[in-house]
Each structure stands twice: as structure tokens, then as C-alpha cells.
């Protein structure tokens, strides 16, 4: 079973992927992202694109089942899903890759991203990371993965809805605001370079969420410079390095990048962004979404933003010392 089905109470679709159930976990002595697994170039490679083996969304999608009828509405799962592989060797994490070697990296996401948006049936490009198994990760080579979905993700759309209120009313973009008064504040600012800033937002619901925000007011990666490209590439990487030195282990989180809706016009209220979903508040305590954020959307952070940004200070500064 693969399809698209509506939700008329939230305005949403579900994606119903019931092969993805069949996803293996990676057997011990074989990887498929490593070169001679025959998945991939035997001579090696520094970043590659590479077709996802369990897509949810596919450009040639089979028909939905028959289960549609009066408020049932389905929709073929028509999109793309994309594995981005950081690296070759199969330990060498985020964190361990080099500047020459991320420039790479972002240069793929761009290239990812305008391959995507090519096509008219996508509305909105999401390029992501999940890391740990504690996030469900079945492969342990470094990657991340890019989806093109036929429809404007929930949260994208209540992000949209808010920046074009204030635009409409202001005639300034609602992100660019916010980052010039986190950095008017100046405490839940972590790290920021020439491109982008990196700190815990004001209203963050997760204990060590940080976003990653443009400093030029861009709606999405095919704006960017290679200079912005270069800088975020370096950005992504450290702030994945202050994760790890944060406690001396390997932290999981999920990278989301933000970018502007594809194939539906100009959105100049709309700022690229990325945000940082780490599942731990301690090294041995898991933040669970529970009923509050679960059943009714309603977050509760239980700890202080102010206070969980000096200990990632700190942790990017441990990290910059080893770099």
C-alpha cells in the first residue's frame, strides 16, 4: 500500500507507506552505502546522491487502493525521495568532515534542490537528517535525505500563514525581525559567522533546539551564494560538532532545512532557516513528546533556553579547540 490520504480536519495529508515496513536494519558486515556493496561507486566518492530503496513518494506512484468515498480522499504518492551521502568512509560523521568537504555537501543540497523543484508536481523540497537510533535510524553511514512532496507540509504552511500576516502588516519579514532582536538580546545566541547565526530561539520547545538562520534575508538554497553555501556547509558541521562535545558521545538529532514552497509563486515573506530537533535534555535523559505535544500540540520545555545556550557555547567552543 502506498498513497496519499486527507485529513479534512487539519487540511493535511498522510503519506500511507506500509512497504517501508520492510526497511532492514543493516546487517553488521555489509553496508549498502559503502563502496563494493555494489549499491554505490566502487572507486569511492566524497558526496552522492542516491536513489531512496523504500521511497514513500515515487514519480511513478500505482494507484491508490480502493478505499476512497464521501470524506475518504486519496491521492497517488507522487514525489521523490533522495538519500544524500555525506561521505564514503562509513564513520566519518558530520562533525569529521573538513571545509573543502562540506562545500561539497551544500553544493549537493542546492543541486538536490533545484533538481526537485524542476519538477511542477513538487510543491515543497525538504532536506533532512535524522541521526541515532534513538530517532529510528536503521543505516549508520553518515547521510541525509531529501523528499519532494506534491503537497505544502502542515508545519510549512502555519510557518507561511504567520510570516504573511506580519509582512502584510509590517512590510518586513517576521524572521529577519526575530534574528535581529535574538541578537539585540544576545543569550541564546551560540555561534554566528559572516552567513548565518546559530542560537536557541526565544520560544524553543526542545531543551537544546537550536535554529540556524540566514544573516541575509534568502527564501531558500537556490538564492545563496557559493559563499552562503560554503558557510552553511561549515555552519551544519559545527553545530553537529558542539552536539557531540556537549557531553563526549555521539548525539542524536534530527536537521531540518526550512525552505520557501516550490511551483507556487514568490514567497518574499518567507526566510531558509534550519532547526535542530535533539530528542535528549541530558546525556541520559530523553525529551519524550508526550501527550501534551502529542495529543494536543502543546509544548512544554522543561528547561531554561538561556541557561541550555551557554552549555552550547561552550560545547562549540570544546569543539572549535579540536578542529
Not at 533522495?82 to 561521505?87: A, G, I, K, M, T
Not at 562533525?95 to 524542476?118: G, I, N, Q, T, Y
Not at 533532512?128 to 537510533?133: A, H, K, P
Not at 541520559?284 to 502529542?294: I, M, P
Request: aromatic share 12%; with cysteine.
Amino acid at each position: 500500500m502506498a498513497e496519499l490520504r486527507y485529513n479534512p480536519i487539519t487540511k493535511d495529508w498522510v503519506m500511507v507507506a506500509s512497504h517501508r515496513q520492510a526497511r532492514p536494519q543493516m546487517p553488521k558486515d555489509w553496508c549498502p552505502f559503502c563502496p563494493g556493496s555494489g549499491k554505490v561507486p566502487d572507486e569511492g566518492f566524497d558526496v552522492l546522491r542516491y536513489p531512496n530503496d523504500f521511497p514513500a513518494l515515487r514519480q511513478d506512484p500505482p494507484a491508490p487502493d480502493d478505499v476512497a468515498g464521501g470524506l475518504f480522499e486519496t491521492r497517488p504518492c507522487y514525489g521523490r525521495c533522495e538519500v544524500l551521502l555525506y561521505s564514503d568512509r562509513h564513520r566519518a560523521f558530520l562533525k569529521d568532515l573538513d571545509d573543502p568537504h562540506v562545500h561539497k555537501l551544500a553544493k549537493m543540497w542546492r543541486e538536490c534542490f533545484d533538481d526537485m523543484r524542476s519538477d511542477e508536481n513538487i510543491k515543497y523540497v525538504f532536506i533532512f537528517e535524522n541521526r541515532g537510533d534513538v530517532v529510528g535510524v536503521t543505516m549508520p553511514h553518515p547521510h541525509g535525505q531529501a523528499y519532494g512532496y506534491p503537497f505544502l507540509p502542515k508545519k510549512i504552511q502555519e510557518e507561511l500563514d504567520g510570516a504573511g500576516e506580519y509582512y502584510e502588516k509590517e512590510g518586513k519579514c517576521l524572521f529577519c525581525e526575530l534574528l535581529s532582536q535574538e541578537k539585540a538580546d544576545g543569550r541564546r545566541i551560540i555561534f554566528q559567522n559572516e552567513h548565518f547565526t546559530v542560537y536557541i530561539p526565544f520560544f524553543s520547545p526542545i531543551t537544546y533546539g537550536v535554529h540556524v538562520t540566514a544573516n541575509r534575508h534568502v527564501s531558500d538554497l537556490g538564492q545563496m551564494t557559493p559563499e552562503e553555501l560554503d558557510a552553511l556547509g561549515e555552519t551544519i558541521r559545527d553545530c553537529a560538532g558542539m552536539y557531540d562535545a556537549l557531553f563526549d558521545m555521539p548525539f542524536p538529532y534530527m536537521m531540518c532545512m526550512h525552505n520557501a514552497p516550490v511551483n507556487s509563486g514568490e514567497h518574499p515573506e518567507y526566510h531558509f532557516h534550519v532547526e535542530f530537533f535533539p530528542p535528549m535534555r541530558a546525556a541520559d535523559k530523553q525529551q519524550f513528546f508526550a501527550s501534551s505535544e502529542t495529543g494536543v500540540g502543546a509544548w512544554c520545555n522543561p528547561t531554561c533556553p538561556e541557561q541550555k545556550a551557554e552549555e552550547l557555547r561552550q560545547a562549540y567552543r570544546k569543539f572549535r579547540e579540536t578542529k
